[in-house]
């Protein structure tokens, strides 16, 4: 197989298809463009998301929690928006829906080595079984045994 050399003046055009491709087979809500790569575990009795936030100031990030989604805001370092220098500038903002339903008040967020992790206890309400009543009678003709 012959050995492919690359002409530097085409390497903004191989990045650029490299990415569309990138884009093209990531699945919705791991990393898309600009945004931060993500993860969301149900794991037993609570949920747990970790985004990849590597240098952005924890400080500048807002994050907001209700029973059924995390939103995380901030701004990665740099002036403008997009790829341009090869790394990630802007604002991003992600909004994702929970695989359970959580307490917001017993969520927990910590910010270690450009990692934001925040786990979030389920919501377990009380079960009550109900029995099903069907008075004499009141059978319908599609509802009989065969």
């Given at each position: 197989?012959?050995?492919?050399?690359?002409?530097?003046?085409?390497?903004?055009?191989?990045?650029?298809?490299?990415?569309?491709?990138?884009?093209?087979?990531?699945?919705?809500?791991?990393?898309?463009?600009?945004?931060?790569?993500?993860?969301?575990?149900?794991?037993?009795?609570?949920?747990?998301?970790?985004?990849?936030?590597?240098?952005?100031?924890?400080?500048?990030?807002?994050?907001?929690?209700?029973?059924?989604?995390?939103?995380?805001?901030?701004q990665w370092p740099g002036h403008g928006i997009g790829m341009e220098t090869g790394r990630r500038q802007g604002e991003f903002s992600v909004t994702l829906g929970l695989p359970a339903?959580?307490?917001?008040?017993?969520?927990?967020?910590?910010?270690?080595?450009?990692?934001?992790?925040?786990?979030?206890?389920?919501?377990?309400?009380?079960?009550?079984?109900?029995?099903?009543?069907?008075?004499?009678?009141?059978?319908?003709?599609?509802?009989?045994?065969?």
């Amino acid at each position: 197989m012959p050995l492919l050399r690359l002409d530097p003046t085409d390497w903004d055009h191989w990045r650029d298809d490299m990415l569309r491709m990138w884009n093209r087979f990531t699945p919705d809500g791991w990393t898309m463009g600009n945004q931060p790569a993500y993860w969301v575990i149900d794991a037993g009795d609570h949920v747990r998301m970790e985004m990849e936030l590597p240098g952005v100031d924890p400080k500048g990030v807002d994050l907001d929690v209700d029973d059924q989604t995390v939103s995380v805001h901030g701004q990665w370092p740099g002036h403008g928006i997009g790829m341009e220098t090869g790394r990630r500038q802007g604002e991003f903002s992600v909004t994702l829906g929970l695989p359970a339903a959580v307490k917001p008040d017993g969520a927990h967020a910590e910010f270690h080595h450009g990692l934001l992790r925040v786990e979030m206890p389920k919501a377990v309400g009380p079960r009550r079984r109900l029995d099903i009543h069907v008075p004499t009678g009141a059978l319908s003709e599609s509802s009989k045994p065969m």
